[in-house]
């Protein structure tokens, strides 16, 4: 064991503290990544707050983790010391279900271990997360990631960014479809990225007007306001694929009118409930409403050289650790353009100062 630093949160209602813990020594087949850049993504607010029931405390957030990499375990094959590394959300699984061997990590049929808010495998150690200075994973649950990239603005790919390229990559979206990203957010900008890429014609679906030009920056190439059902009736029954976004409770028969006959909207926003779905508006037209968690680790690897062919990174935010706690409450308020990430250098502050 050795001694690592971070900040965490002791309970639901408490600020997240200066904290001092320790990580396991390194296995043969771990990775010791020291953190340069992590993520603060709107999971870790909820995490903290016990808002999904389900919080273990001492908590160290943080599942949007990019470092460089000062050792490795002598069975390592991928890495060596000086590579840059990245961490998402998963930093085990069973290894052997049906969805492991499929290398669909994210839907172990035994449970995925989190990155924090979680327990190590076979025993009753918590896993800590990227608020901190280092972190030893498995070579396994590790991505490569590349130099050519502006390496603070690829952290929230490890979340956020895998949460929209999987569904765009499984409902195998491309050239000569019309996609539409609902909700321009953390997870929105990067879907409009990535479906744009993908060679798709992108409409931004949105509540807010004052959101369009910013939408049309990231590369959407029209904007649809919701609200106004003459807009929404000229898109009717147009569109070839719908990624969904809003984080909170929402009505989703609007936007399945959008749909085509046999096409899907995926949900990978709403962690709770939705209102009612009326079943007209899935039986007519056969269409599909299904959900997408992140991706397995292969897939991410994939997403992330997507990423440096093509110069895709996170419109972020950076902010010193000592601010965190501010983050946080702009964050309740969705005062960000699109995701804050942590400058872990700022750790050392608080090592001069104590």
């Known amino acids: 064991m050795f001694q690592a630093r971070g900040y965490a949160v002791h309970d639901a209602a408490s600020p997240l503290v200066p904290f001092r813990f320790s990580r396991r020594d390194l296995g043969v087949r771990d990775v010791r990544i020291e953190i340069l850049y992590t993520g603060i993504c709107h999971s870790d607010l909820h995490q903290a707050r016990n808002d ?21 375990g002598n069975e390592v094959k991928k890495f060596k010391v000086g590579d840059y590394a990245g961490v998402g959300c998963m930093v085990d699984s069973c290894r052997h279900c049906t969805a492991c061997r499929e290398n669909l990590e994210q839907y172990c049929e035994e449970g995925a271990t989190w990155t924090y808010n979680s327990k190590e495998r076979g025993s009753d150690d918590l896993t800590f997360g990227g608020y901190s200075d280092q972190i030893v994973v498995e070579e396994r649950f590790v991505v490569k990631v590349s130099g050519r990239l502006d390496l603070k603005a690829v952290a929230p790919l490890l979340c956020a960014g895998i949460t929209t390229y999987s569904p765009l990559r499984h409902w195998q979206v491309g050239p000569g479809q019309k996609v539409g990203v609902i909700g321009l957010g953390g997870l929105g900008h990067m879907g409009i990225k990535f479906a744009k890429a993908l ?27 919701s609200s106004d059902e003459a807009a929404m009736a000229a898109h009717a029954a147009s569109f070839d694929f719908l990624l969904n976004t809003i984080p909170v409770r929402h009505d989703l028969n609007p936007y399945m009118t959008l749909l085509k006959r046999d096409r899907t909207m995926a949900l990978v926003g709403v962690l709770t409930e939705t209102e009612p779905l009326v079943g007209v508006s899935v039986i007519f037209g056969r269409k599909s409403l299904a959900g997408s968690a992140i991706g397995g680790m292969a897939e991410t690897q994939e ?21 965190v706690n ?8 969705n005062d960000v353009k699109y995701r804050f990430v942590i400058d872990m250098a700022s750790l050392s502050a608080d090592e001069a100062a104590s």
């Open 52 to 72: 999904w029931s389900n919080a273990l405390y001492p908590m160290v957030p943080g599942h949007e983790i990019v470092g460089r990499v000062v050792e490795v």
């Open 199 to 225: 060679g798709a014609h992108v409409v931004m679906v949105t509540t807010s007007p004052g959101k369009g030009a910013d939408a049309s920056r990231l590369g959407a190439d029209e904007v649809v306001i």
């Open 326 to 333: 501010t983050a946080f409450d702009r964050l309740s308020k």
């Open 303 to 323: 997403m992330l050289d997507f990423c440096a062919e093509r110069d895709i990174v996170s419109d972020v935010e950076i902010v010193p650790i000592q601010a």
